[in-house]
């Protein structure tokens, strides 16, 4: 690995069409050389669609490929263990799909296996390298508020037709895939993002619920948590509201910042009565800045903000609120 990573993708669906796939063959260093889905089909047609020179449809042939040098598994949370660790076993990196997998537990064998083969494991927790959070991490760094005192999520949305009238056949919504509903799926980036920004977590508590009754996970969790900064959380997500709406407050002792984890809302800073607006908008391949991170630092040149090591703490964080 001198010169360039040459990646192989297991689990070619839709996030890897544009959010990820281009951004594997456009960072620099960085060359997309086969893609896996178990229907061979669909992996021979992203990899013309694509123009990658090889497909498979077992995840064992990708992973034994000697010019795949590491390995981006982008499944269903269910497979990333096994996946992972088999990988990890024939000497090649990971760069795995979030949340890291089913449970912290999961997470934890996961990177024993990364630590016995001696090679990294990366989690796709994208916006820790996302030009509009970068500069919500500078604020903060730079006293712009004052010290944090206090942190407040609102994600609320309403539930999909298909989930209504009992159609919907999407895995996230499928514990024995996602590991839970769409909190799993979703507050998994925003809490992974406040780890980014305030550091980490120490303790964390809440409640989940199954209050719409549209499918079989969890659709509303509630939760607080302290920084061990010393700084206080709060969260709400409900998949089964009226409206949709979600924001993320800052509050420190001088002003507060305010920003959606989702939406390419500006970015604000409030002090002193007044207000700083950014709008910065996400690369058309989101994945890319984090991506480019990751290969920098398997060709010995940078570092990579998000690990399996901050990764795991997402999902003790998430584990607790759902308990």
């Given at each position: 690995?001198?010169?360039?990573?040459?990646?192989?993708?297991?689990g070619?669906g839709n996030?890897t069409?544009?959010?990820?796939?281009?951004?594997?063959?456009?960072?620099?260093g960085s060359?997309?050389?086969a893609?896996?889905?178990?229907?061979?089909?669909?992996?021979?047609?992203?990899?013309?669609?694509?123009?990658i020179?090889?497909w498979?449809?077992?995840?064992?042939?990708?992973i034994?490929d000697?010019?795949?040098?590491a390995v981006?598994i982008?499944?269903?949370?269910?497979?990333?263990?096994?996946?992972?660790i088999?990988?990890?076993?024939?000497?090649?990196p990971?760069?795995?799909?979030?949340?890291?997998a089913l449970?912290?537990?999961?997470?934890?064998?996961?990177t024993?296996a990364?630590?016995?083969s001696?090679?990294?494991?990366?989690?796709a927790?994208?916006?820790?390298?996302?030009?509009r959070f970068?500069?919500?991490k500078?604020?903060?760094d730079?006293?712009?508020?004052?010290?944090?005192?206090a942190?407040?999520?609102?994600?609320v949305?309403r539930?999909?037709?298909?989930?209504?009238?009992?159609?919907?056949?999407?895995w996230?919504?499928?514990p024995?895939?996602?590991?839970?509903?769409?909190?799993?799926d979703?507050?998994?980036?925003?809490?992974?993002?406040?780890?980014?920004?305030?550091g980490?977590?120490?303790?964390?508590?809440?409640?989940s619920?199954?209050?719409?009754?549209?499918?079989?996970?969890?659709?509303t969790?509630t939760?607080?948590?302290?920084?061990?900064?010393?700084?206080?959380?709060?969260?709400?997500?409900?998949?089964?509201?009226?409206?949709?709406?979600?924001?993320?407050?800052?509050?420190?002792t001088?002003?507060?910042i305010?920003?959606?984890?989702?939406t390419?809302?500006?970015v604000?800073?409030?002090?002193?009565?007044?207000?700083?607006?950014?709008l910065?908008?996400?690369?058309?391949?989101?994945?890319q800045?984090?991506i480019?991170?990751?290969?920098?630092?398997?060709?010995?040149?940078g570092?990579s903000?998000?690990?399996?090591?901050?990764?795991?703490?997402?999902s003790?964080?998430?584990?607790?609120?759902?308990?």
């Amino acid at each position: 690995m001198n010169k360039e990573i040459r990646w192989g993708i297991i689990g070619c669906g839709n996030v890897t069409e544009v959010k990820s796939g281009p951004a594997l063959q456009q960072a620099d260093g960085s060359r997309l050389t086969a893609v896996m889905r178990r229907d061979g089909r669909l992996a021979e047609d992203y990899a013309r669609r694509h123009g990658i020179p090889k497909w498979y449809d077992q995840a064992e042939d990708l992973i034994a490929d000697e010019e795949v040098d590491a390995v981006y598994i982008a499944t269903p949370p269910a497979f990333h263990k096994s996946y992972a660790i088999e990988a990890c076993r024939a000497g090649k990196p990971v760069y795995v799909e979030k949340p890291m997998a089913l449970n912290a537990a999961e997470c934890e064998e996961m990177t024993a296996a990364s630590e016995r083969s001696g090679v990294p494991i990366y989690v796709a927790y994208y916006r820790r390298a996302l030009p509009r959070f970068v500069q919500v991490k500078q604020w903060l760094d730079a006293g712009a508020i004052g010290e944090v005192l206090a942190v407040n999520t609102m994600h609320v949305a309403r539930p999909k037709p298909d989930e209504v009238n009992g159609t919907s056949a999407s895995w996230r919504t499928r514990p024995e895939l996602s590991g839970g509903g769409y909190f799993f799926d979703l507050a998994s980036h925003t809490l992974d993002l406040l780890d980014y920004l305030l550091g980490p977590i120490g303790a964390a508590s809440g409640f989940s619920s199954n209050l719409g009754g549209y499918y079989e996970a969890e659709d509303t969790v509630t939760g607080a948590y302290r920084f061990e900064s010393g700084a206080h959380g709060t969260g709400t997500w409900c998949f089964a509201a009226d409206r949709n709406l979600e924001y993320n407050e800052i509050t420190g002792t001088r002003g507060r910042i305010e920003f959606s984890t989702f939406t390419e809302a500006p970015v604000r800073l409030l002090r002193d009565g007044s207000v700083e607006e950014l709008l910065i908008p996400n690369p058309a391949h989101v994945q890319q800045p984090l991506i480019q991170h990751i290969v920098d630092e398997l060709l010995g040149r940078g570092s990579s903000p998000s690990t399996a090591a901050t990764a795991i703490r997402t999902s003790r964080v998430m584990d607790a609120l759902v308990r």
